[in-house]
Each structure stands twice: as structure tokens, then as C-alpha cells.
């Protein structure tokens, strides 16, 4: 079982930036993709962006132009650059394995991002 790590959330205003990590307790490398969730309060978690392990990526709408997931197989990490955030970008950020049959790690302690003036 692969334990999760997020941090780099925090308060920012309407137009900042953040940088989220998601360090990996065990090696990722053969896990063919890793995704950034958010989960805002009183709805579903949802799946904001994938990276196969060929660094194909992909983004949920709301956030393309503005997202970036990338993965360092070096480190075990995964990494979110959030830009231009809204304060709908306001939620806790997970990381976790994306697969078809869906399945997925324990869930670590997420990061809160919250977009506000």
C-alpha cells in the first residue's frame, strides 16, 4: 500500500498561483497514471487532472489553460501548478492512481487550497 503525502495548499487571492506536491511513500514509476482530485465542500470529489507514466496528460475542463500536473519518477512526486485560480478552485486537493477499473490508495490528509479576496 502506497501511502500519500499533499502539501502546498494555502490561501490565495483570485488570479494567484500555488504548487501542490504528492510524495509517494513507495516507487510510482510502474503505475501507469497519477491524478490530482478536489473535493469542495458539500459535493463529490472529483478528478482534476491525469499523467501516464509516458507523461500524457490530461484535464478536466474547468482547469485546462491554467493546470499543469507533472510527475517526477525520482522523487515518487507528483506535482499540481494551479494558475489564474477562481475562488471555484476553493477545495481539499488529493492525489491518488488513476485506472480504469477504479482502483485506489488509502487517501492521504489532502491539502486545502481556498481562492478568496
Known amino acids: 500500500q502506497v501511502q500519500l503525502v499533499e502539501s502546498g495548499g494555502g490561501l490565495v487571492q483570485p488570479g494567484g498561483s500555488l504548487r501542490l506536491s504528492c510524495a509517494a511513500s513507495g516507487n510510482i514509476s510502474t503505475i501507469y497514471a497519477m491524478g490530482w482530485y478536489r473535493q469542495a465542500p458539500g459535493k463529490q470529489r472529483e478528478l482534476v487532472a491525469v499523467?501516464?507514466?509516458?507523461?500524457?496528460?490530461n484535464y478536466r475542463d474547468s482547469v485546462k489553460g491554467r493546470f499543469t500536473i507533472s510527475r517526477d519518477g525520482t522523487k515518487n512526486t507528483v506535482y499540481l501548478q494551479m494558475n489564474n485560480l477562481t475562488p471555484e478552485d476553493t477545495a481539499v486537493y488529493y492525489c491518488?492512481?488513476?485506472?480504469?477499473?477504479?482502483?485506489?490508495?488509502?487517501w492521504g490528509q489532502g491539502t486545502q487550497v481556498t481562492v478568496s479576496l
Open positions: 499523467i501516464t507514466n509516458d507523461g500524457t496528460t
Open positions: 491518488n492512481r488513476v485506472s480504469s477499473g477504479g482502483q485506489l490508495w488509502s
